[in-house]
């Protein structure tokens, strides 16, 4: 023992807090991280270390569970998520140890401590631990002790802790208990990792990692399959890689978050190399830990394949190994059941394994692991499997419960106009069957691919509207019917289906609509006029509905006809400044101020301003009243006017003559009017901010010129016929905005062309340069 004892440290009564849920396992059994009612204590958040952050972030790359809710609520028994449990026989713990881990524990969490002297005692508390790693870890009470020593003490007692116990890390790693004592000692090195002093502390971690990865793969399968120790392996692959554990983007499991990655109008391809999310990491390591755990005989692959928790491990494997196209070209082949010996490029799948696979998709385990897989398959890969597997078979797995989701992911990440045409002839026909069965997800995904490509958006666009009105109805009501796709669909007599009070808008039907409006406006004109004729009361319910909201901006957004915008904006009069007061409204008032008019833009501030005091008040109000000068507006009316008016006058002097051809010829008057179609878009709305910029500046001394003239016409006679000074002034200044403007456009538009030239016009670079306000909704 060390020379902290009874005496020196006077015994306290454990501090127990309430129990609450792991949400680690977000969609899986939620046994994990449970505690029984006996002796038990709820996982806290530790914030010793800015890098932990007390939520489990391994399985964040897992892709899919939460996704699926539905799925996983209807696996078959044999795919409970709790696999072979811990072989061991777990030993007592003798009183004197328990006492001795109470007293360090009462020690540490107290405020007595400064932090030079904790890691002291962290580090000493471990060493006593030597030899008796595995009991003391998997001791419901102690191993909360054990996390707490591990987040204070240095790298190198972490270190020294595994090396100890690698033998049974196995054990630790699959027991309720230890599982988060195996975890903490990984964040405890992912935290160091980021706080290097030198190259001797990186390799003892690798040193360190190379021992607990050997003897994972000696036995991979059970700790693959345990639902304890898939955790620790898929924190254990992150670390390896150098992924940032307390990384928000690890964090993405909602259902949203992955659905809205998949209809993403970019192409869509996870990629875990971007140096914000990336530490140093162990590329040597993760793929040894990876090909250990494969390399295993064909009744174990036919195992993992239908084992979840097997399957959250290979899922985190493959996005971890985005870009190695070497590694996956071995990897994916395995997982598909192929037989590796004898095989070729481009003919690795056998035509007898192709329904054995289309069977494995239509359960839980599989299909999340193969929405991965064609998610990352190198290209090569991705053609065979779409033509060998999916060809001929899409509308039956879209209408399974299963199979559907895999196809969403396989259509989403589409890589060419060839893959539409094939998914387009299989799917094309079917829209309205999926959407009446309650497959909106496939069609969505199906007009995402066909928007992010160019290819077959009118028939999508023709199609999705026949799906969902009959030729002898009016196009009106197309957009309602979306928004509430749900209704819709259950509703049997669905000729007299009315809009529904009270009910909240369809996800999928909004996302929907939001893809449809990016289309060409010519190949969108139903849903334009049904948009733009629905009724007041109608628009306003939309405006405070989250997914309504942002088809209404959409919408705006687009590149319909002025007129059918401001018809709609109208539709909103009186109601702008309740709709500001609320953060995601306040989107919506700016896409109604971008897309109205002079008079209309004048009337959304003067509403803003009745409810200006309000307003301030809130997070979002302040930015919102600077960017369309309510305060300005209250005070000079009419020089606001004047500075809305050179602003249009700006703008459409721009597009006039640096706009693309598309710009010039689109049938859009507003001048704020946005082009997302084409590939100036983002340099388009970049030049905006800077006529807006220019516009101020100019305003303001144009201010400046009408206070002289003021002054001056005090002091001189008034003659007749001739223009009052201050007129005169008002005149120059707004002659002068347009110089200004005009002068500094010609100005931006030649440094970015120098720009592009010298970086070869990368549209991207704007884009990370913005900062937009986040959506409280989001």
Not at 180 to 205: G, R
Request: glycine share 6%; proline share 3%.
């Amino acid at each position: 023992m060390v020379a902290l004892g009874s005496k020196a440290l006077p015994l306290r009564i454990p501090k127990t807090s309430s129990l609450t849920k792991d949400d680690f396992m977000a969609g899986e059994e939620n046994s994990y991280g449970k505690r029984g009612r006996k002796g038990s204590m709820s996982r806290r958040s530790s914030k010793k270390h800015p890098g932990f952050d007390g939520h489990h972030s391994a399985e964040n790359l897992s892709g899919g569970v939460s996704a699926k809710t539905a799925r996983a609520s209807k696996a078959s028994k044999h795919q409970i998520a709790s696999g072979p449990q811990p072989s061991f026989i777990r030993k007592q713990v003798d009183p004197e140890t328990k006492k001795y881990y109470s007293e360090i524990s009462n020690v540490i969490e107290g405020n007595e401590v400064d932090l030079e002297e904790r890691s002291i005692i962290c580090g000493n508390a471990l060493e006593e631990s030597r030899g008796k790693e595995v009991e003391l870890a998997t001791d419901k009470i102690i191993s909360h002790t054990f996390e707490t020593l591990l987040e204070g003490c240095d790298a190198n007692h972490t270190c020294e802790f595994l090396r100890s116990c690698a033998e049974g890390f196995p054990s630790i790693a699959m027991d309720q208990a230890g599982s988060h004592v195996a975890e903490a000692a990984l964040k405890s090195l992912a935290y160091h990792l980021d706080h290097l002093q030198d190259d001797k502390a990186y390799s003892e971690i690798e040193e360190t990692l190379a021992i607990i990865c050997k003897v994972i793969v000696d036995t991979p399968i059970e700790i693959m399959r345990n639902c304890y120790g898939s955790h620790v392996l898929r924190t254990l692959l992150c670390l390896c890689k150098g992924v940032s554990l307390d990384s928000r983007e690890l964090h993405k499991t909602k259902s949203s978050t992955i659905l809205a990655q998949q209809l993403n109008s970019r192409p869509a391809q996870v990629e875990m190399n971007d140096s914000q999310y990336l530490q140093q990491g162990f590329p040597d390591q993760l793929k040894f830990l990876v090909f250990g755990m494969l390399n295993c005989s064909k009744e174990d692959i036919l195992t993992l394949q239908t084992d979840q928790c097997s399957s959250l491990v290979l899922q985190t494997a493959l996005k971890l190994l985005v870009g190695h196209e070497e590694e996956l070209l071995h990897i994916i082949p395995v997982l598909l059941g192929c037989n590796m010996e004898n095989v070729v490029e481009g003919n690795l799948i056998k035509i007898t394994s192709v329904q054995n696979l289309l069977r494995l998709m239509k359960g839980t385990a599989y299909s999340h692991l193969m929405e991965v897989i064609v998610e990352v398959a190198p290209e090569t890969l991705y053609k065979e499997l779409f033509t060998k597997v999916f060809r001929n078979s899409l509308v039956q797995l879209s209408y399974h419960e299963c199979g559907n989701f895999v196809v969403q992911a396989l259509v989403s990440h589409a890589r060419s106009q060839d893959n539409i045409e094939l998914i387009w002839g299989e799917l094309g026909q079917e829209f309205k069957d999926l959407l009446e069965k309650g497959m909106a997800g496939v069609v969505a995904s199906v007009i995402a691919a066909s928007q992010r490509l160019h290819s077959h958006e009118h028939k999508c666009s023709l199609a999705l509207a026949a799906a969902i009105c009959s030729t002898n109805e009016s196009p009106g009501c197309i957009v309602p019917r979306l928004l509430f796709l749900e209704s819709y669909r259950k509703c049997k007599d669905k000729s007299n289906w009315s809009w529904p009070k009270g009910l909240k808008m369809h996800v999928m039907g909004s996302l929907i609509l939001q893809l449809i409006f990016k289309f060409p406006s010519e190949f969108i004109q139903p849903y334009i006029t049904s948009i733009a004729s629905m009724e007041t009361d109608h628009v306003l319910e939309a405006s405070k509905d989250s997914g309504g909201q942002r088809v209404i901006e959409t919408f705006l957004s687009s590149n319909a006809s002025a007129k059918q915008k401001r018809r709609l904006v109208m539709k909103l009069r009186g109601h702008f400044g309740e709709l500001s007061l609320h953060p995601s409204g306040s989107f919506t008032v700016e896409k109604c101020f971008t897309a109205g008019n002079l008079s209309q833009r004048e009337l959304i501030v003067s509403e803003l301003l009745a409810v200006q005091s309000e307003l301030s008040k809130t997070k979002h109000g302040p930015p919102l009243l600077r960017k369309f000068d309510v305060d300005w507006f209250a005070r000079r009316p009419d020089q606001w006017k004047l500075r809305q008016a050179s602003k249009e006058s700006a703008y459409k002097e721009f597009y006039t003559t640096f706009g693309s051809k598309e710009t010039k010829s689109s049938k859009t008057n507003s001048f704020l009017a946005e082009t997302p179609r084409t590939s100036q878009s983002e340099n388009l709305k970049e030049m905006r901010k800077e006529i807006d910029s220019s516009i101020a500046s100019a305003a303001a001394q144009s201010s400046t010129l009408q206070i002289l003239a003021n002054e001056n016409s005090t002091t001189k006679t008034r003659m007749s016929g001739h223009k009052r000074p201050a007129e005169r002034a008002e005149n120059k200044g707004e002659k002068f905005c347009k110089a200004v403007a005009g002068d500094d456009i010609l100005k931006s538009k030649t440094k970015r062309q120098k720009k592009e030239k010298n970086h070869g016009g990368d549209e991207n670079t704007v884009e990370k340069k913005k900062k937009k306000r986040p959506r409280k909704d989001d």
